[in-house]
């Protein structure tokens, strides 16, 4: 499941586009697809936001500033929707065993030199021993991808060890409301939040294409509680006033009115957590 803020368009094979109800496995199938396809275009166009920094969102806010990960260096880490694994080399330059993950075999293939480890895999079934993290994290990837989300923070959880963080960037759930506009039109609530129907992408032959799956800010904080997770801190990144290029939907009209991302930091039970720096 890529993350890097997603802005999807439809492809010619791609007949409608709405919200209707999507299986947990059928949403893979067609976000791997969907991104594989999508790897090389997506990429040339983002690079020079995404390249070289760990970046939790279109607002801008990097992990350098931020500090929601702790302590990186000697540290063994997870990333989930890595995509090109931009966030992942970052982290290896600052002295972190870091290992990206990502449901395209495409996106991977893009990792920027120096190469970090990168493996293709499905986050709700990682390819690790229980306890191989100290901390796990995804910026926009994997979670919104992801009908079943209680199975992936279990998941997670099982690959930490004891007090290990998560760390993950979605887009704000009161988004849901609005419509994907980042201009006037952007700013009319058309849904209820509470509307938890996926929003998916259909091929011609009635298959999922591509599928991002709403839950609201409490399903998140029940799941990850569930999961054996204490939520640390909720981060709501401001939109900056240098920032006037918008990202897809976001933009500055809509950042400076309604938040564009959450990010949940949370810490699995049963250890001393490394501690954090608040954003500035």
Request: glycine content about 12%.
């Amino acid at each position: 499941m890529t993350g890097a803020f997603p802005d999807p368009r439809h492809h010619p094979d791609q007949r409608t586009a709405g919200y209707r109800p999507a299986g947990a496995s059928e949403s893979v199938r067609g976000n791997r697809s969907w991104w594989d396809a999508e790897a090389p275009i997506y990429r040339a166009e983002h690079v020079d936001h995404l390249a070289g920094r760990l970046v939790w969102g279109p607002e801008g806010l990097d992990e350098e500033q931020a500090g929601l990960l702790g302590e990186l260096a000697g540290r063994s880490i997870v990333e989930l929707g890595a995509g090109a694994g931009d966030c992942t080399a970052w982290l290896v330059r600052a002295g972190a065993q870091a290992v990206a993950t990502d449901l395209s075999a495409a996106m991977l293939r893009l990792a920027p030199n120096p190469v970090p480890p990168r493996i293709q895999c499905d986050a709700r079934r990682l390819p690790f021993a229980d306890r191989s993290f100290d901390i796990a994290f995804s910026a926009y990837g994997a979670v919104p991808f992801i009908g079943d989300p209680e199975r992936l923070f279990a998941e997670v959880a099982r690959v930490l060890r004891p007090g290990g963080r998560w760390v993950f960037s979605i887009t704000h759930p009161i988004r849901w409301a609005f419509p994907d506009d980042p201009g006037p039109g952007g700013l009319q609530v058309t849904r209820s939040y509470f509307d938890r129907t996926p929003y998916v992408e259909t091929a011609v032959d009635g298959a999922v294409a591509y599928a991002e799956h709403h839950r609201t800010v409490g399903d998140r904080i029940r799941s990850l509680v569930g999961a054996g997770f204490t939520v640390l801190d909720l981060v709501e990144p401001e939109w900056p006033a240098t920032l006037e290029k918008p990202w897809g939907a976001w933009s500055p009209l809509r950042g400076r009115l309604i938040p564009g991302t959450a990010i949940f930091v949370c810490m699995l039970a049963g250890g001393a957590d490394p501690g954090t720096r608040r954003p500035a």
